[in-house]
């Protein structure tokens, strides 16, 4: 039962938790009981062996049993009396010597919940955002999907800026000295395909193929730059090509037929679906937006205390994605320096957002989380199961991917409560 409940901040609490006696003996003698029913001693028949010798060879087994089962028991029997919500698991402040037939006291502190006085979120102002679409827009959008379709085709006339062609080369030296001395080598090289005008060599290079039909022989010396990525950088060699192919990107007609492609009946039909799901991907953008400028007022309007315990999980996830993507050179201190102010606002709306589900009963069900994994699945081409397998890797379980959805919906929430501030018209 909960003794005394001390403030130790806002944030963290101190509870001194006692057991009484009575109840962990009576435990105690359930567990050696059902021990003695299950032993095997030599010399007794099985269940039979006496009490006392049950008790002096399991006995401190049985108590360590019971100790393990009882004490999370009064310790959430006192969080209910202490009517505290807490996020992080207790930590006993001093070790305690369990002796029978004595109560138990210990004391643990825990991160908990904050609580937010007058919390206040339906009818917050955020600005209307007009979600707009130009032809432009969707001309591009079917340019991307003509590009997607095209095919190189072989090409009769002469190799194009663009062009895949296909060529042997030998080659004599580099045309530099290395040390006083000329350093010559030879190399050559079969059915090499490259794109003219993109890859790892120099612009000389290609435009000596430019112009140049298949069977043509020609020679080219080119310099590579130093800090080019290519075997050559540095040198001049003189190149020895022999163009054997040439082949140019065909890029589908934007007409009815391009549209049939896609599932659509005419050309017209697939730009009102371009424009309808641009339309969309816009109006998503625009309430991520306003949710965010909720947040921001809610933060503004509402003094929030961030735990220690989230305020440090917060960051060393931040901190675990910079170290895994090896770019960041800077030291863990430097970054956490960085990331602290970013990582408090983050856990303060975490909590805001809590609060404010509880308080209108927003729950996340089964259903919810299966269309969330559904949905990543789809958008990165991978299998649902491989979603699952990601998230228990990183979390231990699918809880992070739970409060997302929850958050989602909490914010959805209140966007529906906003009051959305359209923008005056000049002469209206």
Do not use: C
């Given at each position: ?427 209206e």
């Open positions: 039962m909960l003794k005394t409940l001390e403030d130790v901040s806002a944030t963290k609490k101190r509870l001194k938790i006692e057991i009484p006696a009575e109840t962990i003996e009576a435990e105690i003698k359930k567990g050696l009981v059902d021990v003695q029913k299950k032993s095997k001693l030599p010399g007794f028949r099985p269940g039979k062996a006496p009490m006392p010798m049950i008790e002096k060879k399991f006995g401190k087994n049985v108590e360590a049993d019971v100790l393990e089962k009882i004490i999370p028991e009064f310790y959430m029997k006192a969080v209910k009396e202490a009517d505290i919500k807490p996020v992080s698991g207790p930590v006993v402040e001093e070790s305690f010597d369990f002796e029978r037939n004595t109560n138990l006291s210990m004391t643990v502190t825990v991160d908990v919940m904050p609580k937010v006085e007058n919390l206040q979120y339906e009818g917050i102002a955020v600005k209307e955002i007009p979600v707009e679409v130009a032809d432009e827009e969707v001309d591009s959008v079917l340019s991307n999907l003509a590009e997607e379709k095209a095919t190189y085709e072989a090409a009769d006339d002469a190799a194009q800026t663009g062009d895949l062609v296909t060529i042997d080369y030998t080659i004599e030296g580099d045309g530099t000295a290395r040390s006083g001395e000329g350093a010559h080598w030879d190399s050559a090289a079969k059915d090499v395909v490259l794109k003219v005008g993109s890859g790892p060599y120099p612009k000389e290079f290609f435009d000596s193929l430019i112009g140049r039909k298949k069977e043509d022989e020609f020679e080219v010396e080119a310099a590579f730059p130093e800090d080019l990525q290519s075997p050559f950088a540095g040198k001049k060699p003189k190149f020895r090509i022999k163009l054997k192919d040439i082949k140019r990107r065909n890029v589908v007609a934007l007409d009815d037929e391009f549209a049939k492609d896609l599932g659509h009946e005419t050309l017209a039909r697939l730009r009102d679906k371009v424009k309808e799901n641009i339309i969309k991907v816009k109006g998503r953008e625009a309430d991520r937006a306003k949710q965010k400028e909720i947040l921001d007022r809610l933060l503004e309007s509402h003094a929030v205390d961030a735990p220690e315990s989230m305020l440090d999980a917060e960051i060393k996830g931040v901190l675990s994605e910079i170290r895994g993507s090896g770019k960041d050179t800077r030291t863990d201190e430097e970054i956490i320096s960085e990331l602290r102010p970013h990582a408090e606002k983050s856990v303060k709306a975490s909590i805001l957002l809590q609060l404010i589900g509880e308080k209108e009963g927003i729950t996340v069900q089964e259903v919810d989380v299966k269309e969330e994994i559904v949905g990543i699945a789809q958008r990165f081409y991978i299998t649902p199961e491989n979603v699952i397998k990601y998230y228990v890797a990183k979390d231990g379980s699918l809880e992070g991917l739970r409060s997302t959805v929850f958050e989602r919906k909490v914010l959805n929430f209140l966007l529906g409560k906003a009051k959305i501030e359209k923008e005056s018209k000049q002469g």
